[in-house]
């Protein structure tokens, strides 16, 4: 029972200190008390159902739309968006040279684009925006794969 209280206290204070990073609108969350607490009794099983519930549903407002149809159209990657730059930014350049691109064009790409931004906070409108250029990529990429086709 201790480590599941743990987990709920663990989970509260990272969200609060999460939050004071974000720009974006915090009337969005949710705001459920959690089902466990040293004045309740709770089973185990119960109180880890609905923490990694609450905490899944957190995760996914906090992911950018933007992003999410970037990869799922230019990268065909449908998981969940990663919630760092660093790992947005590997993400891109491993869908950039899958698309064909030289390793070198890509990592200049996602460094030129990320690197800027890594020591901000990583917020719903920062993927934003970095997703809205990787969509131009993207846009242009597909004409570059249609200019190819054409002249090949």
């Not at 201790?2 to 989970?11: S, V």
């Not at 200190?17 to 607490?37: I, Y």
């Not at 709770?42 to 159902?49: G, I, K, P, R, Y």
Request: charge should be negative; proline fraction near 3%; charged fraction near 25%.
């Amino acid at each position: 029972m201790i480590p599941i209280l743990w987990a709920c206290t663990q989970a509260s204070a990272e969200e609060v200190n999460a939050g004071s990073d974000r720009s974006d609108d915090m009337t969005q969350r949710s705001e459920q008390p959690l089902e466990c607490s040293q004045q309740e009794s709770c089973s185990d099983d119960t109180a880890l159902l609905s923490l990694e519930a609450r905490l899944t549903q957190r995760s996914e407002q906090w992911e950018s739309a933007v992003c999410k149809k970037f990869f799922s159209d230019y990268c065909f990657v449908t998981s969940m968006v990663p919630k760092a730059y660093a790992d947005l930014k590997a993400l891109f350049e491993g869908c950039c040279v899958s698309g064909g691109h030289p390793e070198s064009l890509c990592l200049s790409i996602g460094a030129e684009s990320f690197d800027m931004h890594k020591d901000e906070a990583f917020s719903v409108a920062k993927q934003d925006t970095l997703c809205t250029e990787m969509e131009a990529f993207g846009k242009a990429h597909a004409l570059w794969r249609k200019d190819k086709t054409e002249t090949a």
